[in-house]
């Protein structure tokens, strides 16, 4: 059976210069962007029920890599971010050089580590390739707890295991999630992200019973969500120990929905441009 790492979803605040960061530092470009008049029945926007936009963005098509979903809110001008999200490592030596001619910090990795418009780290690494996301770290409450959670639960194999931090993959070349222990309680506030996988579409109902028969958490039951004018979409919400949500998509309608929409980027500019909620909010 085949499951593969999507997406991590970030709700942003300001669209024009978080953008400008993604495509002009991390030369990431615009995949799709979807316009919605109402908050997602998955939450996708998070707990939010007004007009809300999700952007597409990453390094190359969805079918073959690990991009980003960014989700504005119209009314929301501001998150507070919590000690849930650690970072998102992307490996390039071409990248690493022109990182480290702008403003950065050195992580304890070796990597350069730089931050979003809305605080969110990127660290990244040297290596002879295309920029790649590698890996998503987030911190856990409980590392051996977690562990148990997304291996013998989820089904997600380790790749390294350390006495602080586990690397877990759904299968070789795809983007790692690491999960690090905390010295602190994990608070999400209100800035909380969430982390997508593709699942087969007819597997979905027996992952959440699986998942319900282990006494885990679900956030949203198994359900079809709709995209104007596009594919039709089954997905289930759930939530590790320390509530990190976590979506399994039928992975048949995204491949449909996820097609690359040339597009994309005019229309999000265009959509930048008038955007008025700073007059009505």
Known sequence: ????????????????????????????????????????????????????????IGYGSEDEHFVLELTYNYPIHSYDLGNDFRAIVIDSDSLFDKISQIDHRKSGCGRLAVKSPDGHEFKIGKAEQEPKVMRVQLNVGDLEKSRKYWTECLGMGVVEEKKTRVRMSFGEGQCELEIVQSAEKIDRKTGFGRIAFSYPGDKLQSLQDKVKSSSGKIINELLTLNTPGKADVQVVILADPDDHEICFVGDEGFRELSKVDPSAEKELMEQIKKDDSEKWY
Do not use: Q
């Open 1 to 56: 059976m085949t499951v593969r790492a999507l997406h991590y979803v970030f709700k942003v605040a300001n669209r024009a210069k978080t953008i400008e960061f993604y495509t002009k530092t991390l030369n990431m470009k615009v995949l799709r962007h979807e316009e919605f008049d109402k908050g997602c029945e998955a939450s996708c926007n998070g707990p939010y029920d007004e007009r809300w936009s999700k952007t597409m």
